[in-house]
């Protein structure tokens, strides 16, 4: 029997509902308007009234108005079928509406139940299983998508029947799996899971210990993230988050990308709609959108709707880590989230935190951050979710709630500058504020010592203190003068010039600079921290200057050109000599 009500009340889409019977925390209820189902999810229970959120506009909707209790929270189907798909937040399938909006009360399958897939079985009759452990498998574009065992099933089971190699639709029966009992349960390519519940159906979630190459070199080089960890990109208006989540989306070490477009401005939406399908994947030569997700929102959508679409991205993500597969999660931007709580919260008229946010922001800002990681599966595999977002703070102030809540929770903060993107220092990553903290982690930098040095982490440290000691030096000369400050701060200036210039900032739009794989970057930061570390001789600062220009000017060139080839090993020439003639 479901639980039925009447609604008693509405501001914009917080409906209050007097309810017959139970009602859960965060189920889903649909209420009728005139023949038209509104989706709702309820978020606040009291006695015989349920407060619950709608994701739909409550225009006309009126007092005495039914709504019907569903009796589990929001779902999303997992299947073959989600990779190239482009969802909204509630995994309505956006694809098949030709890219324009639902109209209110619709929702779409977000799988095609029609198309056959071609089946491999894994498990034999008589195996032992547990939840999702893979019983077999099938092509989704060029990735091996594992069917499972439903996260939902507790307990051990045996496999009683599996179905031969063959096409399979996502509804078939693929197995009949006999639990402790002795009852049986059909198993088919498709399952449902809560999205605001995390799916831990592994034997543990280590710390990260392993680097992901992300082709840019200010976040390899620099700032690196670990496969299974967290990062995150606040920066005001224009400063290019969204240029570097798409450098980041095309060359990163990942199988499955999943794109949270969360509530951004709706003509962004249809750039994603229009750019993201043409992105060719740096790694495969293939279109990007073959192993691509994107859940998009706009701001003109109801809050709720950019609420639930992190959840599902990142369920959608848990999905395919138990597949032992390396996704790669970017939200943009996840201040249009927390927006979307501040909004309900006000409405239900709570205590309200910082700026108005609820109370419990860092809370939900770092429960979410926490169901990103690298886990170790049932079967000795490695599986993985590293979490990318970014955050508009207003007026690039970085000391609001959302940013501030968001740097305790994530490891990896790249910052990016006003000054820098004014000065079109792109990526705009600023190199004194950002961090990562994985730089600190015995098992990354022993990560670093296999891959590709043994000191190297030691000397990204004397890399980063060169930077920092040139922005001290260009400090004071801005204050005192060129001539008012000893030669040695031009060439501290200089010095750290040279990284910014050939290491920190790189072309999003060149083909060559832009997808620079970890090889190239340590060759590249070998190469510019020797020069650094020499000591040259001047008699004024004009020279030093002009010394150094020429020496930026041939590297910078190298990094337009092709590795190792003929040309590069030339520029590479030309740079000796000049170093040698500076001696
Ligand atoms: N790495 C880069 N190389 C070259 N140009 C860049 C780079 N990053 C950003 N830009 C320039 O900056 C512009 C704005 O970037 P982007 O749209 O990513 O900003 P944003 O921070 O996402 O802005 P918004 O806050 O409006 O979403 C781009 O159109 C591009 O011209
Ligand atoms: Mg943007």
Redesign the pocket.
């Known amino acids: 029997m479901k639980t039925k009500g009447t609604v008693t009340g509405i501001i914009s889409n917080l409906v209050t509902i007097e309810v017959d019977g139970p009602v859960a925390q965060n189920e889903i209820c649909f209420i009728d308007l005139g023949g038209t189902k509104l989706m709702a999810e309820v978020i606040k229970v009291t006695g015989k009234e349920a407060f619950v959120q709608v994701y739909e506009s409550t225009r006309g909707l009126r007092a005495g108005d039914k709504a019907e209790f569903q009796g589990h929270m929001l779902e999303v189907d997992l299947g073959p079928g989600i990779l190239s798909s482009i969802y909204d937040g509630l995994q309505n399938n956006l694809e098949t509406m030709n890219g324009v909006f639902l109209t209110r009360g619709e929702y779409t399958a977000a799988l095609d139940s029609e198309k056959r897939w071609e089946f491999t079985p894994i498990a034999k009759v008589g195996e032992e299983v547990i939840a999702a452990d893979w019983i077999g498998e099938v092509k989704e574009g060029w990735l091996p998508h594992k069917i499972m065992v439903p996260f939902s099933f507790e307990g051990s089971y045996k496999i009683k029947s599996i179905v031969d190699a063959g096409q399979y639709i996502i509804d078939d029966t693929i197995a009949i799996l006999t639990d402790e009992n002795g009852n049986d349960h059909k198993v088919t390519m498709k399952q449902k899971w809560p999205v605001k519940v995390p799916i831990t159906k592994y034997i543990d979630k280590p710390r990260p210990f392993r680097i992901m190459e992300t082709r840019v070199r200010v976040i390899d080089t620099f700032n690196p993230i670990a496969e299974g960890g967290t990062g995150f990109i606040p920066?005001?208006?224009?400063?290019?988050?969204?240029?570097?989540?798409?450098?980041i989306s095309k060359q990163a070490e990942a199988d499955v990308i999943i794109f949270a477009a969360c509530g951004?401005?709706a003509n962004?939406v249809v750039e994603i709609f229009t750019e993201f399908p043409q992105l060719v994947d740096a790694r495969s030569g293939r279109m990007l959108m073959e192993r691509t997700t994107i859940i998009c929102n706009t701001s003109n959508m109801p809050v709720a709707a950019r609420e639930a679409s992190v959840y599902t991205a990142m369920t959608i993500g848990e999905y395919y880590r138990s597949m032992g597969l390396k996704v790669l999660l970017l939200a943009?931007?996840t201040s249009r989230w927390a927006q979307a709580l501040r909004e309900m919260s006000n409405r239900m008229e709570e205590l309200p935190g910082a700026d108005a946010f609820p109370m419990d922001l860092p809370a939900i800002i770092s429960s979410f951050y926490a169901r990103a990681g690298i886990v170790n599966l049932n079967n000795g595999e490695t599986g993985s979710v590293t979490f990318i977002g970014?955050v508009?703070p207003a007026g690039g102030n970085l000391k609001e709630p959302v940013t501030e809540s968001t740097k305790k929770a994530a490891r990896c903060f790249f910052a990016?500058s006003q000054n820098r993107?004014d000065r079109?220092r792109?990526?705009?990553v600023d190199p004194i504020d950002s961090y990562s903290k994985y730089l600190e982690y015995p098992e990354i930098v022993e990560d670093f010592k296999n891959k590709i040095d043994e000191d190297w982490v030691e000397r990204v440290f004397r890399g980063k203190n060169i930077v920092l000691r040139g922005k001290e030096a260009y400090e004071q000369i801005n204050i005192l003068g060129d001539d008012g400050v000893p030669l040695d701060y031009h060439k501290k200036y200089w010095k750290s010039e040279l990284i910014d210039f050939v290491i920190l900032?790189?072309?999003?739009?060149d083909k060559i600079d832009?997808n620079c794989p970890m090889e190239r970057q340590s060759y590249m930061f070998n190469l510019v921290l020797d020069i650094c570390e020499k000591e040259f001789d001047f008699e004024d600062f004009e020279e030093c200057g002009n010394y150094y220009k020429k020496l930026i000017n041939i590297l910078r060139q190298m990094n337009y050109t092709e590795f190792h080839s003929a040309e590069f090993e030339k520029y590479l020439e030309q740079l000796n000599n000049e170093i040698n003639n500076g001696k």
Do not use: I
């Open positions: 920066g005001p208006f224009g400063s290019g988050k969204t240029v570097l989540q798409h450098a951004e401005r962004e943009d931007s970014t508009s990016l993107a079109k792109y990526p705009a900032q790189q072309d999003a739009f832009a």
